[in-house]
């Protein structure tokens, strides 16, 4: 290996490792807020390259159908629990969240897809459709169970992720799709060519963490987020839902994974499961940071996109071998670094 | 119901299994001989999951790694498949035994997580070895022969099959019953009462894994001689899952749930591949896994506990007998009272900047009750863990019965004959009374595995059995020994810890706040009880903070505050010391 071409591996890599660590803070995100360690984050992220890709060939994308099926879902579920607790004041408001919101975005994503808009609008169309996915899963499939131990969410978790590649094969089809790229330019940096699209790649990836870092730090729902993930029960008692929180941590990691399903959709072919990797991957990184730290989850997902990299140029058979092998001693490592108390344990 | 029913109802499913091939049709045991592949890994999983909390996402790589090998070996290398078995099964269980010292230390979702991990990579590795077919998969494997006669037909591997099955289900059952067993059941719920029992909590996980991986071997042999090929598709992450939700929709943590569970999940997932494409044409196939999980979550958020115990629920109850006289197990001999028992020498113990314990030394003599008091934070809970090897002491030196224990794990601790209980009471709440108490003879026992599976211990259980209900008895429990821990109430909860720690004939019982939460008169049968005890010549540290309780009960205490020794002495004289005082009231006046 010569040294030019490692230094494209490490730029392929960090591209990569840029998409990789959207997805994992979004992990982070919900991980903290809600205890839910969510898979599916990867599908969400290929969903939007699928959404992208069908918008741009004029179809009217199979998300719309998707995130209708889930609002009517949701709207029962949320009806029938008000309906056991006799609340049913709240049903104007419920029905406003569950039904009308995500309604009124899908019917708007149609109404401006005849218009034929141009990149930038088909792009907010993308993230506008696949964003409502994630909090409405919330409702139907992780509320029920919110009190229940990590594992038996993560098991959960790890069904809905099956779930969702049946679903992304019905309203996506088998193909595999590749989006243009957002941008032709590219710059050439120490003797290396570098794409616009890596560039673009990383800048995003930087901006993203960069605001979710000022929500967090400025904004009085970012603070509240935060109270909840530090302590559930506290936060409640000082008027914060954690129910609430978890919506919100559910559109922002959302949010997130949609930006990088975009922003990867120009430089891997996207399949109906291909989020199974992504997610993966990026989960390894949030490993990296304990599941906790963002920006430990941030370096970590770089990390695993520069090791897939160069693992792929060794043997490109066995890279995914090579880097769910090495997830193992970092996973002895986290669980040395971290305290567990045992009263958590379900007997 | 007694056992005698019990043993009649076996019987008759094992009646009904043997005719069944004369009976259903060639596609009917065809379903039925996946049922009983599908079972061994599901048995496997209900063992480590539903009864040692391990949820394990990865054993489809266990049955991989056992089918390509017999694969390997048979189609590949034209050897005989009983030596596929042989190689099969040596590989998963070192693979996993491998695995498992490497991963069994995780704590909760990390040790999952990493099943997960090694679960995808020896997935993905299937395809992408060169020998093995890579994607293609590996053809033409020869059936199994027994003798000269070949079981091509799936009306004759059945018998191998569910013989197997019923085999793996009596042995299971056997060890579930045994000293093995009980040590897995209570690995569930956390180490420290495990560990405090002299138990290596870490050899029982590793056993249990490998156990496990075991029965996905033996799965994985089955299914690559049946089937005659096989291809990285069973073996994936998402085989993984469903297995998972096979032990779990049986009931995790019942044996026989595993075979159930099995059975559901198979015949469902039959069922659904018939109906569904009525319901949707051309789509069935992605339909089947949205079916299916979907299926799953709901499982998971109404009903988590399985079906086995479900109709458990309504079966009557199993009458057991009151365990009979057996002769006992052998005791320790016992210090003469008054000699040096545990000598603890200028204990330290730092967090971070905090010194929780600074300097502290004291001595127990054999045959006394000793209380380290002190108000909140004093550093008493500090100074027992030290004790009993939660923690380590940072500076300083405990002797125990003149041997230094100041380095050693919990369980060398517990095993050199110090007992303890907890603040927090530990038991397993879902094992009965008695079985509870038999958990303390762990250390006094020694039946290993295939002792317990083929049933070998049953003088050392009777003997153990019989010490057990005797502690009850000695305790005041011993009138419902079958009843579950867990229906105690909280008092009678402390007294029987009491009972479990007594079961390990030890030199030393250590108590850690016995009589919090206790109501008035459940501590006057606390303090009763501790007085018989010392009739009987043990000797007792307590670590209390009930003044009223400590006082009249015991013949010496040490006090603590702020992480040092205060002053030593009778109750009396404690009771009119000065710093005592002003420790506890904050100054006289």
Known sequence: ????????????????????????????????????????????????????????????????????????????????????????????????????????????????????????????????????????????????????????????????????????????????????????????????LISGQTMLIVIAALVFSGLLYLFFDFTLVGKSLRATAVNRTGSRLMGIRPARAGTIAYLLGSLMAGVSGILIAPVNTVFYDSGFLIGLKAFVGAIVGGMTSYPGAAIGAVGVGILESFASFESSALKDVIVFSLLIPVLIWRSLASLHSEEEIEE | MTRLHVQLAALAAVVCLALAPFVLSPFSITLMNYIGIYSLVAIGLALLTGVGGIVSFGQAAFVGVAAYATAWVSALNGYSPWLGLVFGVALTCSVAAILGIVTLRLQGHFLSLSTVAWGLAIGFLFGNVEGLGRFNGISSIPPISIGSFALVSSAQIYFLIWGIVAVILFLGYNLMDSRLGRAMRALRGGNTLVESLGINAFRIKLVTFVIAAFLASLSGWLYAHMSRFISPGPFDAGMGIEYLMMSMVGGAGSLLGGVVGAAIVTLLKNSVQDYLPLIAKGASGQLEIVAFSALFILFLQWARQGIVPFVARYLPKIQRERPRTAPPLPRRVQPTPGELLLKVDGAERRFGGLVAVNKVSFEVRSGEILAVIGPNGAGKSTMFNCLTGALRVNKGEIVFAGRPITRDAQSRIAKAGIARTFQHVKLRPRMSLLENVMLGTYARTGAGLLAGAFRLNQREEASARHEALMQLERVGLGDKPFELAGNLPLGNQRILEIARALAADPTLLVLDEPAAGLRRQEKLRLAELLRSLRADHLTILIVEHDMEFVMSLVDRIVVLDFGSKLCEGAPAAIRSDERVQEAYLGGVA
């Open chain 1, 1 to 192: 290996m010569t040294s030019d071409i490692a230094a494209i591996l490490a730029i392929d890599g960090i591209a990569t490792g840029a998409v990789y660590a959207l997805v994992a803070i979004g992990t982070v995100l919900i991980f903290t807020v809600t205890r839910v360690i969510f898979i599916p984050f990867g599908d969400i992220a290929a969903f939007t390259a699928l959404t992208l890709a069908a918008l741009d060939a004029k179809r009217f994308p199979g998300t719309g159908a998707l995130v209708v099926i889930l609002a009517c879902l949701a709207t029962l579920i949320e009806i029938s629990s008000l309906l056991r607790n006799g609340e049913l004041r709240l049903l104007p408001r419920a029905l406003l969240f569950y039904l009308v919101i995500p309604l009124a975005v899908v019917g708007a994503a149609w109404l401006a897809m005849r218009a034929d808009p141009p990149l930038a609008i088909r792009l907010v169309l993308a993230l506008m459709l696949i964003t409502p996915i994630a909090p409405l899963l919330d409702r139907i499939v992780f509320r029920p169970i919110a009190d229940g131990t990590v594992l038996l969410l993560l098991t959960v978790s790890v069904a809905l992720h099956f779930a969702l590649v049946g679903l992304g094969l019905l309203f996506f089809g088998p193909e595999g799709v590749r989006t243009e790229p957002l941008t032709s330019l590219s710059t050439e940096f120490a003797g290396v």
